[in-house]
């Protein structure tokens, strides 16, 4: 099995690169705001989305088969790669003459947005996504601009993930001593304070070794004075956990899910069963019980 090399610790850190440009603001921005339509302009009904967390929102929510362009990042086969988070190909985008751009980014581009309204196109911009309140709004606002252009149900399938992931964490887990989470070993960094990963194991009456906020790169030696009661390895594949990491704690257990690696709404869908099934194997190696 491979290890945690720096070439899969970056390919991660593009999943959280749209956290990551949020973090150190106490109070993140997360609204959305749309750019005015001209509704007289034609318009293929597809969806041009420069953010795997939005891309990948739209298609839980039943646009899967309307996403037309995307960033090289996105699971969307048949989509042409028009651009990224901060990047994006104007002439490209403006050529597929989308219904919808979603784009999430720290700041506007107006040139984007010209080009949007030329094409007559409705933009969803998304300033940040680090909570799972967050989560949960841009949500709403893309489900919003689907049901607007067509896609029957994208209103009704956001409030549903959203309940679902309610009733998922209402019920505790069983380690409630303080839990690391890491998204990289190599370097080590971690989801901290006022990340979704936080907010969902809180959620499920958990607590957080980490009380950094955002998403702190951490040495070796960090984590072992944090004194850990156990470590969650969050990897996108089956990879090999380095040995330091197993004597930083007395309990590891390492989660395969790329979905818990990215804000989207599938991250609301599956990160209470992978956070049940980590802590179960916790448990199994004694790191349950209370607050020691």
Known sequence: MPRLTNTIARAVSVALAACAMACGRAEPDSGARDAPERPDAPRTGGIVSLSPALTHTAQALGAGDRIVGCTAWCEAP????????????LEAIVALRPAVVLRQSSAPDPALEAAVRAVGARLVEVR?????????????RV????????????????????????RDTASPVA??????????????????????????????????????????AMS????????????????PRKAEVPDWVRRAAPAVAVVES?????????MLARAPEAMRAADAELAAQGAGGGVP
């Open 78 to 89: 048949g989509a042409r790669v028009v651009g990224s988070l901060e990047d994006r190909d």
């Open 128 to 140: 940040a996504i680090d909570r799972v309140r967050d989560v949960e709004e841009a949500a709403s």
């Open 143 to 166: 489900a919003d601009a689907l049901e607007s252009t067509g896609v029957a149900g994208a209103r009704a399938r956001a409030a549903e993930a959203v309940a679902a992931f309610h």
């Open 175 to 216: 380690c409630t001593r303080p839990v690391a989470f890491l998204y990289s070993t190599d370097p080590p960094a971690a989801f901290g304070a006022g990340t979704f990963v936080d907010d969902a194991w809180r959620a499920m009456g958990g607590r957080n070794a980490v009380t950094a906020q955002g998403y702190p």
């Open 220 to 235: 070796a030696e960090d984590l072992v004075r944090l004194a850990p009661a156990a470590i969650v390895v969050v990897v």
């Open 258 to 266: 790329a979905a818990l690696l990215e804000p989207s709404l599938r």
